[in-house]
């Protein structure tokens, strides 16, 4: 168990709908990133932020965004949604260094149909 | 443009037969080299993190080494529970972290 909270872990859905996922960092961890993942496309970092504002931005789409909360959970929102966008979303976070590791949470399965 | 290539693609060893998984990069200014391990459908499970050429970490049957151009993990003496795909990522400043796409090892009995 690394400490990283996802929810829901599935969530079927259909296209032209929008969903919001759902992170708890590590207790004490900072930074909370976003990844895709698909069969054909690997781990795609979406967005990182850091003590609640956007530090970095990866392959992200503009019908996705996300946020993280005073109390450090963040939620990723997916608009507008396409049968493509069917895939695991993981949340991994890290604590204040630069050097950092990342521990990832266990991920939310997304089936839009 | 950073690049992260994982060799090979897919490996199948015996039990007890030890092999290398090879990890490529390209990256100005190399922050840090990241192992994992996942599971399917399961989130990436860390296992090393190698911060400058010549280092090595060890864990369990696991070995990671590190130099300026790739790093590699041993697997030496493999058992069936060591089947997973292993993923290498290198990070090159705040956010900038690229996955490789992964070996995906399948140890049999």
């Known amino acids: 168990d690394s400490g990283v909270t996802q929810t829901p872990k599935h969530l079927i859905t259909a296209t032209g709908q929008r969903v919001t996922l759902r992170c708890s960092p590590r207790?004490?961890?900072?930074?909370v990133y976003w990844y895709q993942q698909s069969l054909d496309q690997g781990l795609q970092f979406l967005i990182q932020y850091y003590n609640g504002e956007e530090r970095a931005k990866g392959n992200i789409l503009e019908r996705f965004s996300a946020q993280q909360f005073p109390d450090l959970h963040s939620e990723l929102n997916l608009s507008s949604l396409e049968l493509g966008d069917s895939a695991l979303y993981f949340c991994?976070?890290?604590?204040?260094?630069?050097?950092?590791?990342?521990?990832f949470g266990p991920g939310t399965r997304l089936l839009v149909l | 443009e950073d690049q992260v290539t994982q060799s090979p693609e897919a490996l199948r060893l015996q039990e007890g037969e030890s092999s290398s998984l090879n990890c490529s990069y390209t990256?100005?200014?190399?922050?840090?080299l990241f192992w994992y391990r996942q599971d399917p459908g399961k989130g990436p499970e860390f296992l090393f993190t190698l911060y400058s050429a010549g280092e090595e970490k060890e864990k369990e049957r696991l070995k990671a080494t590190l130099t300026k151009k790739e790093s590699f993990l041993h697997i030496t003496a493999p058992k069936p529970e060591d089947s997973a795909t292993y993923l290498c990522?290198?990070?090159?400043?705040?956010?900038?972290?690229?996955f490789g796409a992964g070996t995906q090892v399948v140890v049999t009995p």
């Open positions: 990256v100005s200014g190399l922050r840090g």
């Open positions: 207790s004490g961890d900072l930074s």
């Open positions: 991994a976070s890290s604590g204040r260094d630069l050097q950092e590791t990342q521990y």
């Open positions: 990522a290198v990070q090159a400043g705040w956010g900038k972290f690229q």
